[in-house]
């Protein structure tokens, strides 16, 4: 793929390490590029690493790198099957670095990736990380944790509530560097209610002006409830206020894990009288 300087929404980003004392173990990476019919690409991609004594960083630092790389040179036209190759790719990486290298032997990363081919919406990921959707005033978690509490979640041995802060709640049962490849996830949910097979077919949405999509990690989510994230994003001016906000949050909150965020916004079109100055203005030189 053709990788281009300006992508076709509008994004800011933000990573801190957190109030913990520990390094930043988070690592984030956007490419746009151009598609193969000529169309706009936006990859977004968001690792936490996990293994400590810096084994964690080497993790998230060899997701977020092979990913793009991967995508970048790529000649597929699928855009759930890149990611999943670029993800498998990313996990057998980091499983090759950890057995090679004694002092990052167990290393791992989680993985959320969101691709936007026009105005269609395509998710991939493994993990805890999590993408939201903010639309019509609402939040909507279109991932789900590939964790232990959310399983017992699932089967009702947790409440959701008890889930928040539960001693299991970062045991992952899904993650990069695994000797076998993990599964990578598609489900994209639009609703509670839907079944599995109905959130896969959701993906290739379509996303509409004013959606505003976010790639976190749980050093958000862990601190920030789902509603917080969702004023603080919807009363800001701008998104990079809104994700220097919900970092600042998260870290008024005790910050015990690094904190990293993606915000994407699909801008509203131009009025006609915009775009026919913009041309003006291009054509005298202005």
């Not at 933000?14 to 520990?22: D, F, I, V």
């Not at 992952?172 to 076998?180: D, I, K, N, Y």
């Amino acid at each position: 793929m053709i990788r281009t300087q300006r992508p076709h929404v509008v994004v800011a980003t933000q990573t801190h390490a957190g109030l913990s004392g520990k390094i930043n173990e988070d690592r984030l990476a956007v490419a746009s590029y151009q598609g193969a019919m000529g169309q706009p690409v936006l990859l977004a991609v968001v690792s936490d690493g996990i293994g400590g004594h810096r084994a964690g960083e080497v993790a998230a630092e060899l997701t977020v790198r092979r990913i793009v790389q991967d995508v970048t040179d790529t000649h597929d036209t699928e855009p759930l099957r890149i990611m999943e190759t670029a993800i498998h790719s990313a996990s057998q990486s980091i499983a090759e670095r950890s057995a090679s290298h004694a002092d990052q032997a167990g290393m791992g990363s989680t993985c959320a990736c969101a691709w936007i081919e026009g105005d269609r919406l395509y998710t991939a990921y493994v993990g805890d990380s999590r993408i939201y959707l903010v639309r019509d005033g609402k939040i909507l978690r279109t991932t789900v944790d590939h964790t232990w509490v959310q399983d017992a979640v699932e089967r009702g041995i947790i409440t959701p509530e008890q889930a928040h802060d539960h001693p299991n709640m970062h045991v992952l049962r899904r993650h990069l560097g695994t000797v076998e490849l993990p599964k990578v996830d598609t489900r994209l949910h639009l609703d509670a209610a839907e079944s599995d097979e109905q959130a896969r077919l959701n993906q290739g949405m379509r996303i509409r002006p004013g959606d505003i999509l976010l790639v976190c990690t749980d050093g958000l989510t862990d601190m920030v409830w789902d509603d917080e994230i969702l004023r603080l994003i919807t009363t800001r001016n701008a998104l990079k206020s809104a994700a220097e906000d919900l970092v600042e949050r998260a870290n008024e909150r005790g910050g015990h894990d690094n904190i990293t965020v993606v915000l994407i916004g699909v801008p509203h079109p131009a009025p006609a009288e915009q775009k026919k100055k913009g041309f003006l203005r291009s054509m005298l030189g202005t």
